[in-house]
T-cell receptor, first 117, second 113 residues
């Protein structure tokens, strides 16, 4: 049973346009959410995170939105660049762990983003 | 510090053999995690350490799997009597206790033939 769902396996966007990647979760205990980017033959790279006490977090071209009532989050990339082409994973944590950091993460299956020049 | 290092990058083994992977985390990171990723799936949590203490294990971690982190530095993940279903990418990550996102290594790709 998938607790974190990324229902779009792939997304194709034109360079310069906005990319919107979506993620749904089922566990209401999740209180911390993260997005990772993964290139082939590399490990996932942390992109951006958001705590459940916020509904938006922005870092440069990347913005994550959280809708707790809908148990939905999204990652917006604007403007999209060809170098953004990768697999994007949504992840969530149900515990703070020691000292406020996240405990173990539950990942979605990923969405492959292709940004065309 | 060049990040999280995993060795080997690739491992091909015959079914029934034992394999061991090594992870060297970022030196100041207290937490170390092992994940497994199969084709078309996201990373799945296996276990994590706070310093040398193994604090949580997933039920994915069968009795054939064992992880250690002696002295709270590098970690090893051993799989005994490998099966074809063990073929996957094994990812290690580390984080500060008060950190944000994990830093992942490049992974060890295991193929059991």
């Amino acid at each position: 049973d998938q607790q974190v769902k990324q229902n779009s396996p792939s997304l194709s966007v034109q360079e310069g346009r906005i990319s919107i990647l979506n993620c749904d979760y089922t566990n209401s205990m999740f209180d911390y959410f993260l997005w990772y980017k993964k290139y082939p033959a590399e490990g996932p790279t942390f992109l951006i995170s958001i705590s459940s006490i916020k509904d938006k977090n922005e870092d440069g071209r990347f913005t994550v939105f959280l809708n707790k009532s809908a148990k939905h989050l999204s990652l917006h990339i604007v403007p999209s660049q060809p170098g953004d082409s990768a697999v994007y994973f949504c992840a969530a944590s149900a515990r703070r762990g020691y000292g406020g950091s996240q405990g173990n993460l539950i990942f979605g299956k990923g969405t492959k983003l292709s940004v065309k020049p | 510090d060049t990040g999280v290092s995993q060795n080997p990058r690739h491992k091909i083994t015959k079914r029934g053999q034992n394999v061991t992977f090594r992870c060297d985390p970022i030196s100041e990171h207290n937490r170390l995690y092992w994940y497994r990723q199969t084709l078309g799936q996201g990373p799945e949590f296996l276990t994590y350490f706070q310093n040398e203490a193994q604090l949580e294990k997933s039920r994915l971690l069968s009795d054939r799997f064992s992880a250690e982190r002696p002295k709270g530095s590098f970690s090893t993940l051993e799989i005994q009597r490998t099966e074809q279903g063990d073929s996957a990418m094994y990812l290690c990550a580390s984080s500060l206790t008060q950190g944000t996102g994990y830093t992942f290594g490049s992974g060890t790709r295991l193929t059991v033939v």
